[in-house]
């Protein structure tokens, strides 16, 4: 999948705030705190699987079950919260901004 240099800042904005919304719906914590973690989160997860995509002929999936992964752990320990409840909410996120990312390649 290539994606054009010129887009990556808009995307990764794009899935901050999605992600951030998702979290602030779903969590129901500050919103200042939430939008950070989210940030954090997707500034150490989506580069890397951004560059992946651009550079590696790897299967999609495999790399979203990595970011959701990590991100879980990261939501962890950011919001203190059961590692169980960290999983379904980067699941949900994941699932989200992954499927808008695999709907944006086919176009």
Same mark, same amino acid.
């Given at each position: +999948?290539?994606i054009?240099?010129?887009?990556?800042?808009? /995307?990764?904005?794009?899935?901050?705030?999605?992600?951030? #919304? /998702?979290?602030?719906?779903?969590v @129901? @914590?500050?919103?200042a705190k939430?939008l950070l973690y989210?940030?954090l989160?997707n500034c150490?997860?989506?580069p890397v699987?951004?560059?992946?995509y @651009?550079g590696?002929?790897?299967?999609f999936?495999?790399?979203?079950?990595?970011?959701?992964?990590a991100? #879980?752990v +990261?939501?962890?320990l950011? /919001?203190r919260?059961?590692?169980?409840? #960290?999983a379904?909410?980067?699941l949900?996120a994941n699932s989200?901004t992954a499927a808008?990312?695999?709907?944006? #390649?086919?176009?």
């Amino acid at each position: +999948m290539f994606i054009p240099s010129e887009l990556l800042p808009a /995307l990764l904005l794009s899935t901050i705030i999605i992600e951030f #919304a /998702l979290l602030w719906i779903l969590v @129901r @914590r500050s919103p200042a705190k939430l939008l950070l973690y989210s940030a954090l989160v997707n500034c150490v997860t989506w580069p890397v699987a951004t560059l992946v995509y @651009r550079g590696v002929f790897v299967q999609f999936f495999f790399i979203e079950i990595l970011v959701f992964a990590a991100e #879980a752990v +990261m939501l962890k320990l950011l /919001l203190r919260i059961k590692l169980k409840n #960290a999983a379904l909410l980067s699941l949900a996120a994941n699932s989200i901004t992954a499927a808008i990312g695999f709907l944006a #390649a086919l176009l």
